[in-house]
């Protein structure tokens, strides 16, 4: 199978990862990261004509559709300009003093009283070949009161912005005039935005919200570039962020004082060899029967698809793809468990890794779910085949698959709806009490199982 250029990219990107040395030699002065200009927020926050001439008829790209008013978030976006050094992956630095403007895109709570103190800054992945919010978790984020800033790294994802919205983009640049093509300022960049997002004021990206941890959170190639960062570059550079999380990607294996949490799907494991063992300084979670890119990533994304591009894409993939086991309530939890990390030391609980059997492929039981790893109700106490696995055109591979049981493996499974509900509740519960699962995703999952009907 040809996989696409964009994921044949990141994986390239973390092969090189794989060969990074544990760290260069540290400077004995770490270079300062520069605070940038600020400028916004920008006119045009809701939806509109993105194609009219004036800044203040367009919007966000991928702006969300989510209810933040109903939950006291706004969105805002600003640009972000200055100078910035280059670095190659290797932690080599390659140029200094490179103009740039980018743009955050900022969503977080309108009051203090609602904040929670932690802005979780995302490196947007561009792998599809624009920027992706990846990460963002609308319903657990604004539940806890994280805020939440996407940063325009990459060329890839400025490029297509400026083709989107001229007007509203244009100007935009992470090339030094396509000196650096390959991405090298981005590693500055993206220290640079949480510097931004750490300044106050009225007209500051988190205006004057009481910041107390910054956490940096990137998903698979921005992962990748975010495992460079840490491994290589920040050894040489003053810190910016309090803490790393690592989704469904590749984790760093220098350790260093800011503490890393790496959260994979079954997607992503696929050997039984780990590259890093837990530590003081490093967690690795590993969901069983989750997808590198699941259902609710992609019915979350299907109407802004239509909206910003005009269409959403179809798969024909192996098998039905898109596994429903939630490897975001992982994620929520490993947010809160780091915010806590950070303050007060804290570290977070292990967890069981996945199972491989002696030739090296995963060990699976007679339904064909994955042994091992966490294990939410979708799994211990399933209704549906779902793993990892999958194959097939585009990013087929990446997205697992789900198939649900006939009705007579059902009322096998579960000749009693109470005792069916009874099963879910208990296996949530036990995540819950191991950290591994936040109550109100324990609700969820329930409340999903009370409307399957399994079991009546």
């Known amino acids: 199978m040809k996989l696409p250029r964009a994921y044949r990219a990141a994986l390239a990107a973390a092969v090189i990862v794989t060969l990074l040395p544990a760290s260069p030699a540290l400077a004995d002065q770490p270079t300062p990261v520069s605070s940038p200009v600020v400028s916004g927020p920008i006119p045009g926050t809701v939806p509109g004509d993105r194609l009219a001439e004036a800044v203040e008829d367009t919007y966000p790209f991928f702006s969300t559709p989510d209810d933040l008013a109903a939950s006291g978030y706004v969105e805002r976006e600003f640009y972000l300009s200055g100078v910035a050094d280059g670095w190659d992956q290797l932690g080599n630095q390659v140029a200094t003093d490179v103009p740039y403007r980018t743009r955050i895109v900022v969503r977080r709570p309108a009051q203090d009283r609602n904040f929670n103190g932690t802005a979780l800054v995302e490196w947007q992945n561009v792998t599809a070949g624009y920027d992706l919010d990846a990460l963002w978790n609308g319903e657990a984020m604004m539940r806890a009161g994280y805020a939440w800033i996407g940063v325009s790294a990459q060329r890839v994802g400025v490029d297509q912005l400026r083709g989107w919205s001229p007007a509203r983009y244009g100007a935009l640049d992470v090339t030094g005039e396509g000196r650096f093509t390959a991405d090298e300022l981005s590693y500055d960049i993206f220290a640079q935005a949480a510097q931004a997002v750490r300044a106050r004021g009225k007209d500051a990206p988190l205006a004057r919200l009481g910041l107390r941890t910054v956490l940096a959170i990137g998903a698979s190639q921005s992962a990748a570039r975010m495992t460079v960062y840490y491994q290589s570059i920040l050894p040489q550079v003053a810190p910016v962020f309090d803490g790393y999380a690592f989704i469904v990607g590749s984790a760093p294996?220098?350790?260093?004082?800011?503490?890393?949490?790496?959260?994979?799907?079954?997607?992503?494991?696929?050997?039984?060899?780990?590259?890093?063992?837990?530590?003081?300084?490093?967690?690795?979670?590993?969901?069983?029967?989750?997808?590198?890119?699941?259902?609710?990533?992609?019915?979350?994304?299907?109407?802004?698809?239509?909206?910003?591009?005009?269409?959403?894409?179809?798969?024909?993939?192996?098998?039905?793809?898109?596994?429903?086991?939630?490897?975001?309530?992982?994620?929520?939890?490993?947010?809160d468990h780091l915010v806590r990390w950070v303050r007060t030391g804290v570290a977070p609980p292990t967890a069981p890794p996945l199972v491989f059997n002696a030739d090296g492929t995963k060990a699976r039981d007679s339904l064909g779910l994955a042994l091992g790893g966490i294990r939410y109700s979708q799994v211990s106490v399933p209704t549906a085949v779902n793993t990892g696995d999958n194959a097939g055109q585009s990013f087929c591979f990446l997205f697992g698959s789900h198939q649900p049981f006939d009705e007579a493996t059902l009322h096998g499974l579960y000749p009693s709806r109470a005792g069916y509900l009874a099963r879910v509740a208990l296996a949530d519960l036990g995540n819950v009490r191991a950290g591994y699962l936040l109550p109100a995703d324990a609700r969820e999952n329930l409340r999903a199982a009370v409307g399957s009907g399994v079991g009546g």
């Open 253 to 335: 294996t220098r350790v260093g004082p800011e503490p890393v949490f790496q959260v994979l799907s079954e997607t992503d494991v696929r050997t039984p060899v780990r590259p890093s063992p837990d530590t003081d300084r490093f967690r690795r979670w590993e969901v069983a029967g989750g997808a590198h890119s699941g259902w609710r990533g992609q019915q979350y994304r299907a109407p802004i698809s239509v909206r910003d591009l005009g269409t959403a894409p179809v798969y024909d993939c192996a098998q039905p793809p898109f596994s429903r086991v939630p490897v975001d309530h992982a994620t929520a939890a490993a947010y």
